[in-house]
């Protein structure tokens, strides 16, 4: 049976954390949005405001998963909550418990942290995941629509508030 570990990422992990990235990028079809460099991911990650957290799964000693996420808040609960940005096992690990094992921990950390809730997003055609967190007992919010701004609208969005 193959050891695992959960552990909080340390600014030595970020090319693993970056490829990591790239293969959950790849799965979900948008290898060709990824633009994040080392440098980049690591002053976010590690820098003097660190902007999210990352914990790692571990198989045998190596990197075989990640869960990167950071604090939200609710008003209405009046409690921070854990976002859940990316969550990606290889595959030549799924199937260990690896995926209940990051969803595990951030939900421990959730508790310890005083947080109301533990919340992510997931691509509607991505069935095994989303069997997946309905068997733990996640539940959809059917009624909410995520809206993004990027690129030139953020900009000119930007550009009119001063």
Same mark, same amino acid.
């Given at each position: 049976?193959?050891?695992t570990?959960?552990?909080?990422?340390?600014?030595? /992990?970020?090319?693993?954390?970056?490829?990591?990235?790239? &293969?959950?990028? &790849?799965? @979900?079809?948008?290898?060709?949005?990824?633009? =994040?460099?080392? %440098?980049?991911?690591?002053e976010?990650?590690?820098?003097?405001?660190?902007?999210?957290?990352?914990?790692?799964?571990?198989? *045998?000693?190596? %990197?075989?998963?990640? =869960?990167?996420?950071f604090?939200?808040?609710?008003?209405?609960?009046?409690?921070?909550g854990?976002?859940? @940005?990316?969550l990606y096992?290889? +595959?030549?690990?799924?199937? =260990?418990?690896?995926?209940?094992?990051?969803?595990?921990?951030?939900a421990?950390?959730?508790?310890?942290?005083?947080?109301g809730?533990?919340?992510?997003?997931?691509?509607d055609? *991505?069935?095994?995941?989303?069997?997946f967190?309905?068997?733990?007992g996640a539940?959809?919010l059917? /009624?909410? +629509?995520?809206?993004?701004l +990027?690129?030139?609208?953020?900009?000119?969005l =930007?550009?009119?508030?001063?």
């Amino acid at each position: 049976m193959p050891s695992t570990q959960i552990r909080f990422a340390r600014p030595d /992990d970020v090319e693993v954390i970056l490829s990591l990235i790239r &293969e959950l990028a &790849e799965y @979900e079809k948008l290898a060709d949005q990824v633009v =994040a460099e080392p %440098a980049q991911l690591a002053e976010h990650l590690f820098g003097s405001r660190p902007f999210a957290e990352v914990l790692i799964a571990e198989m *045998n000693g190596e %990197a075989a998963g990640f =869960a990167l996420f950071f604090h939200s808040y609710s008003t209405f609960l009046g409690k921070p909550g854990i976002y859940l @940005e990316d969550l990606y096992v290889r +595959t030549s690990a799924r199937g =260990a418990g690896l995926g209940k094992a990051l969803l595990g921990r951030l939900a421990s950390l959730a508790l310890e942290r005083g947080c109301g809730r533990l919340e992510w997003s997931v691509l509607d055609w *991505n069935q095994p995941a989303i069997g997946f967190y309905q068997r733990l007992g996640a539940r959809p919010l059917d /009624d909410w +629509t995520v809206y993004r701004l +990027t690129g030139p609208a953020l900009r000119d969005l =930007a550009q009119q508030g001063h």
